[in-house]
């Protein structure tokens, strides 16, 4: 079946590009310019193999052939489809030909990354396969005489032309385009095909532009031409009438005219007219004066002369008796026209009723194309009746009766159809034009008076010409010399020359783009082993940091617990001692929970991810939280801790002061943890550096048990400490020096030990920040609101309810910190409703809502966050609903999966509850 299904796609992809071929087709002697489906089968041969691109080639060049022949002929028999058997086998073995021509020169599959791959296939594999079709095409047309023996080189040519460049443009963009991306990657095919097809559209657009102008030219010309011929035609079809006019002239000028007077003056109008063949004079005689015409006539020298009618054998006869006869009388010249003399005109009922139109119109009148009784004539005459009426001088009278009762006699010219647009016809023959001239008065009856034509095309132009009341058809086409010397060079030029362009920019890409896979597959292999040694150290990075975001998460959960219970305790009634104690451990708690968001910073270091804030804050505010953290364990240890704060400088600064307080909080413990007598002393230098910035010196030394010149190049490694024998004694992780280096580096600074084994260490470090105008907040002082919060959200978080009146869904699996949820959201005004899992929170979602607003725990039993997330956001009734997670998940990339599953934001656990109310009334606004 998939070989079935193979074969049936190279079929139709072939039909449609021949369809796209015969686009490029410059009637009438172009077939094809380009035929694009030849490069349709090498490219099936090269991809699918030769047996199924022969079997599908095959099938839709029958198809495409069969079609045209259809087309053509309006039918499709057997013995039309010869032709197109032939046509479809040669393009077949051209496919297979190119096949095994390329098959044989390069490895397959062709991948065009090297020079000879694409030279060879196209100064080699197109041209030469190209030339199956044309030999076998070639000869099939002389077979069935299809096309003419001198045409023969040229259609050769050009088919050869159209085959190749449709090969060397299309199969390389088909292979490129469809070879999979183990083959061709996917960037590179982006380079090769685009640019192709841009190339081709242009060129096609050019092309198309030629080939319309080239055929409005030739059309023009046509035209131009066809107006000419006409205007001949009807300049002698006015010259004819004039004459026959004159002939009547001398009637109405005089009572009789002798037969010796006639012959004279139409001897004068033969003058350089070969078109009239006879000129005549057909009176009115009635039964009565039959004898005396026929004796008048027998006495001037015709002693034959009678009446005379045609027999129905074909054979002229004395006229049977009746009223009224129409004799031609009077006959010029005589030689070759005896037979006409005495016919009665009026015995035949066609030419009696052109007597009688002219009779009763009064105006010159034309038969329709009539073969002449005179002699046998090639192309059939006609006549032109000019009436006669007594007593009209050269009038005519006003109404039918008289003009019936005044009628004397008819002036007739009797005219050879060929002489008279002889002018036309020679004109024609010069400008290679074919003529085909009807009498179309009729117009479903039309009558053939003269052709040249051999064949009838669409590009004829038809025009009409008005002969004494008769309508003359004049159907022009051009003949096969026109053609041949009209033929569209320019266009076939500009496509063939502008595809060629297309190929050799092809062909560059190709070399460019297969060079650099090809240098970039090397040095791919070059740096397998080193990826893999990568992926090695990452791998194990990566263990070390999923390692410390767990114990994080796992830390953060029951701190969470402590201090969001030490806060609630808070707001109850306490004795100063109490209040006393539970701040220290409200300071102690926020401190602890700095201390375990270093392994978040140390992982955020390792990766490279760390970001420094540039906030507004108070030096001397950060060294009395140190101070104050660190007096109590000094006194406990009968040592001393000294913080010597900067004088005389103004402290209020930019920059980060939870990373600088987490460098001091690093290496003041370290200092208290090695000092067992004397002191610690943290002291802080500033200098300006200019009007907007200080340069900060900050040294912390000690009294404790130094460090050894060997331990300290180790010093700063991660978990390592100047003796191993100190994680014992003094315990410690090795990580907080390290994490201290790295942000004081990211601040761009530096630090520096100075140490000596069993005196003291002293650890200085120099960093630069720019001061701040704005004074700093107090502690307990609510900070300024963001610019997007403004307005009626500050208003709101001033209040001491603000979030009075909201309904809010708190979603945890945590009893501990579901209360505290509760309690501080129930602080700020708003009703809480809890759900132990995602589950049962999308059931009272349901059942007890709307709320304002959700808070999601993201690891619970059941049902996580994520999930429950989603199913909500699948409901379109809560597309706007807020969902703020509130998880120990503190990563940053666990709040990049809290906003991809659909929430709203992220508040890490533990959280300040001024935080989780400020978020909720943003979003809530914001929605």
Not at 43 to 70: E, K
Not at 465 to 470: C, F, L, Q, T
């Amino acid at each position: 079946m998939n070989t079935i299904y193979k074969i049936l796609v190279v079929a139709c992809a072939y039909a449609v590009a021949g369809g796209l071929g015969s686009l490029f087709s410059i009637p009438p002697e172009f077939a094809s310019s380009i035929w694009p489906a030849a490069g349709v089968g090498l490219a099936a041969a090269l991809t699918y193999g030769p047996r199924i691109a022969f079997i599908g080639v095959y099938l839709g060049s029958i198809i495409i052939n069969g079609l045209i022949v259809y087309i053509d002929s309006d039918s499709l028999v057997t013995h039309s489809l010869v032709l197109p058997s032939i046509l479809s086998l040669g393009v077949s073995l051209q496919a297979l030909v190119g096949y095994f021509i390329i098959s044989k020169l390069v490895t397959l599959p062709i991948r065009f990354v090297n020079q000879k791959q694409t030279l060879t296939f196209l100064i080699v594999a197109g041209p030469l396969s190209c030339m199956v079709s044309t030999v076998i095409a070639t000869a099939a047309f002389i077979f069935t005489g299809t096309i003419p023996l001198s045409e023969i080189p040229f259609t050769a040519f050009t088919w050869w032309v159209g085959d190749t460049v449709g090969t060397l443009f299309f199969a390389p963009l088909i292979i490129v385009a469809l070879a999979p991306k183990k083959v061709i990657n996917k960037g590179r095919r982006l380079q090769v095909v685009l640019p192709s097809l841009i190339m081709f559209l242009i060129v096609s657009w050019f092309f198309a532009g030629s080939r319309e102008y080239q055929h409005q030219q030739k059309n023009r010309a046509l035209i131009e031409s066809s107006y000419n011929l006409v205007e001949l035609i009807e300049r002698q079809s006015e010259l004819t009438k004039n004459k026959l006019l004159a002939l009547t002239a001398i009637y109405r000028g005089t009572k009789y005219v002798g037969r010796e007077e006639f012959a004279t003056f139409a001897a004068i109008l033969f003058e350089n007219d070969n078109s009239i063949q006879a000129l005549e004079w057909v009176p009115i005689v009635s039964h009565a004066e039959r004898v005396n015409y026929e004796f008048l006539a027998q006495n001037e020298g015709y002693s034959d002369f009678e009446f005379k009618e045609m027999s129905e054998n074909r054979e002229l006869v004395s006229a049977d008796s009746r009223p009224l006869y129409y004799p031609v009388y009077y006959v010029e010249p005589y030689e070759g026209n005896e037979v006409s003399l005495g016919f009665d005109l009026g015995s035949n009922k066609e030419r009696k009723a052109v007597l009688e139109q002219a009779r009763d119109s009064g105006r010159q009148t034309a038969s329709q194309p009539i073969k002449l009784v005179q002699k046998e004539k090639k192309h059939p005459g006609f006549l032109i009746v000019s009436p006669l009426y007594e007593h009209s001088g050269f009038g005519i009278p006003d109404n039918l009766k008289d003009r019936r009762d005044r009628i004397s006699g008819f002036a007739l010219g009797v005219f050879n159809s060929e002489e008279m647009v002889k002018s036309a016809l020679n004109l024609a023959e010069s400008k290679n034009i074919e003529l085909l001239i009807e009498d179309v008065t009729d117009s479903e009856n039309p009558i053939h008076i003269l052709s040249t034509v051999r064949h009838l095309n669409e590009t004829s132009n038809t025009l009409q010409v008005d002969v004494a009341g008769r309508t003359w058809q004049i159907s022009i086409s051009p003949n096969d010399r026109y053609n041949l010397l009209s033929r569209d060079w320019n266009s076939w030029s500009i496509l063939i020359v502008g595809i060629i362009l297309a190929i050799l920019l092809q062909a560059f890409i190709l070399l460019i783009t297969g060079f650099n896979e090809s240098k970039q597959e090397e040095i791919e292999q070059k740096t397998k082993d080193l990826k893999k040694a990568r992926k090695e150290a990452e791998d194990a990075s990566q263990a070390k940091s999923d390692f410390l975001a767990n114990m994080s998460h796992e830390f953060r959960t029951p701190l969470n617990a402590i201090i969001g219970l030490n806060d609630l305790t808070l707001k109850t009634e306490l004795t100063t001692t109490q209040q006393n104690y539970l701040n220290k451990v409200k300071s102690a708690s926020r401190t602890l929970l700095h201390l375990i968001n270093d392994t978040l910073d140390f992982s955020k270091i390792e990766a490279g991810k760390m970001e420094l804030e540039h906030t507004p804050f108070d030096l001397n505010e950060l060294l009395t939280k140190i101070e104050m953290l660190f007096q109590h364990a000094a006194h406990e240890k009968n040592i001393q801790f000294n913080v010597q704060k900067p004088s005389n400088v103004l402290t209020q600064l930019i920059g980060d002061p939870f990373r600088l307080e987490q460098i001091l909080l690093n290496l003041c413990s370290n200092a208290l943890k090695f000092t067992n007598q004397g002191s610690v002393n943290v002291s802080v230098s500033a200098t300006p550096v200019n009007s907007s910035s200080l340069s900060l010196l900050f040294s912390i030394s000690d009294t404790g048990i130094g460090i050894s010149p060997e331990q300290q190049k180790k010093l700063f490694s991660s978990f390592k400490q100047a003796d191993t024998s100190t994680t014992r004694k003094y315990g410690g992780t090795g990580l907080g020096l390290t994490i201290s280096k790295r942000l004081i580096e990211l601040m761009e600074g530096s630090i520096t030990l100075q140490s000596e084994e069993g005196k003291g260490s002293t650890f200085a470090f120099a960093i630069s920040l720019p001061s701040s105008e704005q004074p700093v907040s107090e502690p307990n002082q609510k900070q300024p609101p963001l610019a997007e919060e403004a307005g009626y959200i500050e208003s709101l978080l001033n209040s001491d309810k603000p979030l009075l009146g909201l309904k809010l869904l708190v979603v945890e699996d945590n009893l501990v910190n579901q209360l505290i949820a509760e309690e501080v959201l129930n602080g700020f005004g708003a009703e809480t409703v809890l759900a132990e899992n995602g589950k049962i929170a999308l059931e009272k979602l349901k059942r007890e809502g709307p709320f304002a607003a959700v808070l999601m725990d993201i690891q619970m039993p059941v049902m996580d966050g994520y999930e429950t997330t989603e199913r909500i956001r699948e409901n379109p009734a809560y597309k706007d609903l807020p969902i703020i997670a509130m998880t120990a998940n503190a990563m940053s990339s666990d709040r990049e999966q809290c906003l991809k599953a659909g929430m709203n934001d992220h508040l890490p656990k533990p959280f300040e509850p001024e935080e989780v109310a400020r978020a909720i009334v943003k979003w809530i606004n914001a929605n």
